[in-house]
């Protein structure tokens, strides 16, 4: 069963100003009925296992997978069904929160780096250095914890500088075999509403309720000029952003898939051929077995 999903609709272009209020929070389902999505997302998981085999084997490209998104936005859920038939060895998935004092002791790009995944694997993050030009502009406090050289916390420069040092090691990246896929989860504030009533009200989803997640609902327009600076800043044509329509998590679920499917299909992999004096070496073992 093959999807009409166009990885190119969600991708932000290059050079253009993002405004999320022009980008929808919802759409058209890629899906006819519940059965035919778990059709959908089966066939995608499954081509995705077999891509990672290939590029586990082939192990000339890392791919890294960047989500962000609001509170409830669904990264979690995302990251889980979509990569359900991955081979955890050929995977890692990291998720940052509040940094460690160590984490502080160094620049702000070092936690993440230190995780970033080899070549031959598939390294997932839940939230990432983003973070730090996203809530950490909402709430410029917190730079005050972070030990910065007094001449650095310039509100006129830094979120600029810092954008600039997401740019340069991603193109670092890039060339260096890395290929990096951004998803914002567009969520609305309304849809974010209910859920967050969804983990008040049932009782199996109370541990994932937090009062901080309150007191950021409160901030969604600082955040909403933050994502809109952060993704017009840093989207190039080697690590794009794509904004995905986010409130049907079923459909932001195909969504991902295909561009991650679309992603691996574009690399130029393949199996290690067999050279002839192995061939003989692997003959010679198999008599002997």
């Given amino acids: 069963m093959k999807t009409s999903i166009a990885s190119e609709d969600f991708r932000v272009r290059p050079g253009e100003e993002v405004k999320l209020s022009e980008w929808p929070t919802t759409g058209k389902p890629f899906f006819k009925s519940k059965k035919s999505y778990h059709k ?3 066939e995608h998981v499954e081509e995705l296992s077999s891509l990672q085999r290939l590029h586990y084997a082939s192990n000339r490209y890392a791919l890294l997978l960047i989500f962000q998104g609001m509170d409830a936005a669904g990264k979690d859920g995302a ?3 979509v990569m359900s038939g991955i081979n955890p060895q050929g995977c890692q998935v990291f998720s940052f929160k509040q940094p460690s004092a160590e984490e502080l002791d160094h620049d702000f790009l070092w936690r993440t780096n230190c995780r970033l995944p080899e070549r031959g694997r598939i390294g997932i993050f839940n939230r990432s250095y983003y973070e730090e030009v996203l809530i950490v502009r909402v709430h410029p406090e917190i730079l005050s914890s972070q030990r910065l050289p007094v001449e650095l916390p310039d509100a006129e420069t830094i979120w600029k500088d810092r954008y600039r040092s997401i740019v340069d090691l991603e193109e ?3 060339r260096n075999g890395t290929r990096i896929i951004k998803f914002y989860l567009h969520l609305s504030k ?5 859920r967050f009533l969804d983990r008040i009200d049932e009782p199996e989803k109370n541990w994932k309720f937090s009062v901080s997640d309150l007191h950021e609902r409160e901030s969604w327009p600082l955040y909403m000029q933050a994502y809109e600076a952060c993704l017009s800043a840093t ?7 794509y904004v995905v329509p986010a409130d049907d ?3 932001a679920r195909l ?4 561009i991650a499917l679309d992603t691996l299909n574009d690399l130029k992999m393949a199996y290690p051929k067999t050279t002839a004096k192995r061939r003989r070496e692997l003959k010679s073992i198999r008599e002997r077995l």
């Fill in 40 to 42: 959908l997302l089966g």
């Fill in 255 to 258: 969504i991902v898939s295909q």
């Fill in 79 to 81: 990251i889980r069904h």
């Fill in 190 to 194: 309304k849809e974010q509403r209910k």
């Fill in 235 to 241: 989207n190039t044509a080697n690590a794009p952003w």
């Fill in 172 to 174: 670092h990246l890039h």
């Fill in 249 to 251: 998590k079923k459909n």
